[in-house]
């Protein structure tokens, strides 16, 4: 399928209703963002939220990609990648990967991480194919 992938500058019904139909395929334990939510992740310094469309301008699937300097430099994460299971697989993961890296390395990024369950398989075999390597390190969470 070919998709075009450009950063997300505003909110609109059809962000709105993308991330409503994308979410749910990507967590069951976090609601789709509002309206207001999607407007404070777009303003929010550093953060570009990536969309995938289809030839009709539909939204296929979304990545985003945070970035910020610490005492060694400029460092990148690639959060939330989803595509829409009704779009297939037809390199949309892909396009929004590879958009992601060439913007964390117009911002100085020299290495972008990301975290993906080993229950995505395909996911997980994308990374691999684009060149990511797995890390020993252990990754800790403390919920508030």
């Not at 409503?20 to 310094?45: K, V």
Request: with cysteine; hydrophobic share 40%; proline share 6%.
């Amino acid at each position: 399928m070919p998709v075009s992938v450009d950063e997300a500058h505003e909110v609109g019904l059809d962000l709105v209703s993308a991330f409503g139909r994308l979410t749910p395929q990507l967590s069951s334990s976090s609601p789709p963002p509002d309206a207001d939510e999607l407007a404070s992740i777009l303003a929010t310094p550093g953060t570009t939220l990536f969309v995938a469309r289809d030839d009709d301008g539909v939204i296929v699937g979304t990545l985003t990609l945070v970035t910020f300097r610490i005492p060694t430099g400029m460092r990148a994460w690639i959060e939330d990648v989803v595509v829409d299971e009704a779009a297939g697989r037809g390199g949309i993961g892909t396009a929004l990967t590879k958009a992601a890296l060439a913007k964390a390395g117009e911002v100085g990024c020299k290495t972008v991480d990301l975290t993906s369950r080993p229950s995505r398989e395909g996911a997980n075999a994308l990374y691999r194919k684009l060149g990511f390597e797995l890390r020993e390190t252990n990754v800790y969470r403390y919920d508030l």
